[in-house]
């Protein structure tokens, strides 16, 4: 540390203030850099250059040395001098200049710089503490001496003469640098503990991050995926359109043609009998008999024959046409088909399949009525009197899909009843045909969406989840992802809504399941 007499010597006699970026004069006098340019730059119009400090003068502008022995000291006491300004207390004796304070003495409630520390008694009654000027809250209110002990049952800081009288008289007294070491243990403790859990959360951040951005790069992929995918469906449609559109164009021109060239023909014809009418007029205004009735004869001959000759023709050209109309089926067969492509390719570009099932009637309940094209399964009080197999359930109205799923992504609809009770789900093959826990739900091989009333619960190894939203319309969809074990429900509404996914790691093939009672049914939709 610089005493007062020191920090005379480190000063600018320019600006008065510590040097920065000390240099020297050939004289041997010391500036700050910016300072003695300043004056330099000053007396450069007189032409004569003096050093502020000894009045020497110089016929040239001084070349400027840096002293980088005083630089080296400033550097270190800029350091020292900001990491004690911290604390912005100054010692009580250099009443000269200030002085930043290294220690405290509680005794004689004074700070001291380094100088005066050394000279400074090391007798017990003065303790040392860091620089403070907080002396209220180290001494004992009550006796005002300082506080020595720690009070481990009223937890609080005491003197000695607490300690032997009072309300701390008899209680277990700890010297304050024994208890402040105790309480650092417990604290180091707790930052263990706290560093720990920080460290926990930060994973969690992290993981949670890393999967942000994998949500946000699968939903890129997607969008990009779909994107050209609705861009080539939009593509195949203007095709289709063309081609339909050109098959209509196609169709007008071949009627037309024919009927164009028949207008033409008539067209003719009407001009020619024209003609004719004109010359039967010039007759009948003559006057010469003779002429009159030779020129009639062979008009008539003429025009009869012509007219006997076109007749049968005209008729069957006239049956033809008016009997040939757009061949509106040739026209829908080719929309259809072209629309039934389109499907196809894009049944190719989504990421599931879309399932047609049917019903297994050798899985029937006999209270569960299934039609004729198996699509559609419902409650009846009437006994079908199907003979009973390994395949049949016997005490659930239930029945299976013909087909099972062990891989891949599938998806199905299914249309409920607004009456009865009904579930929906998938199940492994070698389920209970019989019994309590031959139920969809009511086991470890099943899972199931129940709905009663628009109530909807889901249901595995008897246990169930009600959903917090009753159903709003009567088209369930099915998704199956078995590689990933994902089974979800979603509500066929405007927009369609998440009902619930089940996460499992499916072990076997799954079938479809379904359960119907009291007077429900449930229809797959194609």
């Keep these: 540390m610089a005493s007062a007499d020191l920090r005379e010597e480190l000063t600018c006699p320019i600006c008065l203030s510590i040097y920065t970026d000390p240099v020297t004069l050939s004289c041997g006098h010391n500036f700050c850099l910016i300072c003695i340019e300043s004056v330099l730059d000053t007396l450069e119009r007189s032409g004569v250059y003096t050093c502020p400090e000894c009045r020497e003068t110089f016929t040239k502008k001084p070349k400027l040395q840096r002293n980088i022995a005083l630089y080296n000291v400033m550097k270190h006491l800029q350091i020292t001098q900001s990491e004690q300004k911290d604390t912005g207390i100054f010692c009580t004796y250099c009443i000269h200049s200030p002085v930043p304070a290294a220690k405290s003495c509680l005794h004689c409630e004074a700070s001291l710089c380094d100088a005066h520390l050394r000279v400074h008694s090391n007798s017990e009654e003065h303790v040392l503490t860091e620089a403070t000027t907080s002396w209220g809250n180290r001494k004992c209110s009550k006796h005002k001496e300082l506080l020595k002990y720690y009070c481990t049952e009223d937890a609080a800081c005491i003197c000695a003469s607490c300690s032997l009288a009072g309300v701390h008289k008899g209680h277990q007294m700890e010297l304050l640098n024994e208890a402040s070491e105790k309480k650092k243990t417990k604290l180091r403790n707790v930052l263990q503990k706290l560093t720990t859990k920080r460290e926990k959360t930060e994973k969690r951040v992290q993981s949670l991050q890393e999967h942000r951005r994998g949500v946000q790069e699968k939903a890129a992929g997607v969008t990009e995926r779909l994107t050209a995918l609705i861009r080539d469906m939009r593509k195949q449609l203007e095709d289709l359109a063309k081609r339909v559109l050109a ?280």
């Design 247 to 526: 098959e209509i164009t196609r169709q007008q021109e071949h009627l037309l043609i024919p009927i164009s060239d028949l207008i033409q023909q008539l067209q003719k014809e009407k001009d020619e009998l024209s003609r004719k009418m004109c010359h039967i007029e010039e007759l009948c205004n003559m006057t010469d008999p003779l002429t009159v009735l030779q020129e009639q004869e062979s008009h008539r001959d003429d025009f009869c024959g012509a007219e006997e000759k076109m007749r049968p023709h005209r008729e069957i050209i006239n049956r033809s046409l008016l009997g040939r109309d757009l061949d509106e089926g040739l026209i829908s067969v080719t929309l259809y088909t072209g629309l039934a492509d389109i499907v196809i390719d894009v049944k190719k570009g989504l990421y599931m399949q879309v399932t047609d099932i049917l019903l297994d009637i050798n899985t029937a309940d006999n209270n569960v009525i299934v039609s004729d094209d198996l699509i559609n399964a419902s409650f009846s009080d009437i006994d079908q009197q199907r003979p009973v197999t390994h395949e049949r359930f016997i005490d659930y109205c239930q029945v299976l899909s013909t087909r099972s799923f062990s891989s891949g992504r599938h998806y199905w609809e299914v249309q409920t009843s607004e009456s009865g009770k009904w579930c929906i789900g998938v199940c492994y093959t070698n389920m209970d045909r019989g019994g309590d826990e031959s139920g969809i739900g009511n086991n470890s091989k099943s899972w199931g969406l129940w709905g009663y009333n628009k109530d909807l619960y889901v249901i595995h190894n008897t246990v169930g989840t009600s959903l917090p939203h009753p159903l709003s319309c009567d088209k369930i969809g099915i998704l199956l992802d078995y590689e990933a074990g994902r089974l979800t429900f979603y509500e066929l509404c405007d927009p369609i809504r998440h009902l619930h996914t089940v996460t499992i790691t499916f072990t076997e093939p799954l079938y479809a399941a379904f359960w119907v009672e009291d007077g429900a049914s449930v229809r797959i939709m194609r």
